[in-house]
């Protein structure tokens, strides 16, 4: 599966950023949301239509170090390398782009505008810096782009569409669109060509057995022979509609299949005609009150906390001979996480969990703790290690700003040498393998 950089660079675009531009602009922050929401496909499929362009790849690789991410708001408006670039993604439709988003989020048209600058700043900005903690020269980066064409329709909000922004949607990603629809039309019409044969094989052997029954019926007198005939035909009839019915089951299941894009996005096309047992939901997590001695830390019930506490109360780690008890139990932190690519900025949230181990440590202080940072089995190895290392690093000096450094005595960073997940697996199931983590030590 291709890696889906939106999902990269939604890491800049969180609620932190949306409420500092609703403020500045003086805009809703729903309307920005959304304003965002629109534009962040547009912006990467406008990359990925220009994938072999050397003035846009050349744009992204300076954008790595020209500091777009840590100014989005703002460096975006008036930095030489976006508003070139946006003169060649978009030429004479920018204008169309920045009316359709206004109108589609509610927002004035400078706004609109403004936010336009900030997405694409957001968008080389996090390209840029992937590429060079990936190692991807100019043809890793066109591959990369070339990658997000399968996906950026589907995912436009509901209401909006390449062709909406005067973009040529057609222009854009109509070979792939045309190869999908080919392939659709070739399986209709092979399982189309199916169930017709099936039909007029089932009716001609219907006519001969009822022309044989006929026959006979007027050369035998007893009554007792029309049963030789009958039930034969009533067999055959029968099997011909368990034929019929499993062909247009699998017309139905092949139509939906070949609108799954390359990726394994899939368009359920056939919905309003066939209906499938929906999958249980895992349910969502919620914040609870984790009793900490008399005082309610909020956190998950059976999450990191919670599963801390308890081994604490239990004497587990009282009763621990040596560190060689401890080491193979580690708890993944459950809210702790760092903006893609950065060892040194943590996404809005985290700051709420490491105050919960602050307050477990001095609970316990006769405890004792290590960190350990991973990846996912993607990009350079070496520098996988050295994220890992300096992100755990980052979390030590957190807790001993916090007061409980002593109780600190490790952060070690193992890069993807424990990672689980194929690194052709999707950005999403990847994720699992890019934690944070902590586990007693003595």
Known sequence: MSLNVIDLIKGQLGPALVS???????????????????????????LANNADNPGVLDAITKASSSGILGNLLGGSSNNPIISTLLSSLFGDKIGGLVNSI?????????????????VTGATVGTVGKYAADNNLGASG???LLNDQKGIISSLLPAGLSLASFGLGAENWF????ETVSSVTSTAKDNIAEGVATARENVSEGAREIREQFENNNNN?????????????????IAAGYFLWKQCEKKQTTTTMTSTSDSTGTHTD???ATTSTPASTAPAAKTDENI??????????????????????????YKNAADDAVLKDKWYDFDHVNFKMGSSTELEAGSQGQLDNLVA????????????????????????NVKLSQARADFIKAALAKAGVGAQVLGAEGYGSKFAKVDAKASDAERAADRKMSVRFAK
């Open 20 to 46: 500092q531009a609703a403020s500045q602009f003086g805009e809703s922050e729903s309307g920005i949301s959304k304003a965002i929401g629109g534009l962040l496909p547009a912006v990467v499929g406008g």
């Open 220 to 236: 035998n007198q007893g009554g007792g022979s029309i049963w030789k005939w009958l039930l034969p035909l009533l067999l055959l």
């Open 141 to 143: 980066i066109s591959g």
């Open 291 to 316: 009793d900490l001695n008399g005082v309610m830390l909020k956190g998950y019930k059976g999450g990191m906390e919670d599963q801390m506490i308890s081994f604490l109360k239990s004497g587990g």
């Open 269 to 271: 096309t056939a919905s």
């Open 102 to 118: 206004a109108s589609f989020s509610g927002i004035s048209n400078n706004s609109a505008g403004s936010l336009l600058n900030l």
């Open 174 to 177: 109509g070979q792939a669109k």
């Open 360 to 383: 477990i440590l001095k609970a316990f202080p006769d405890s004792k703790v290590k960190i350990g940072g991973y990846t996912d089995k993607t990009g350079n190895e070496a520098s």
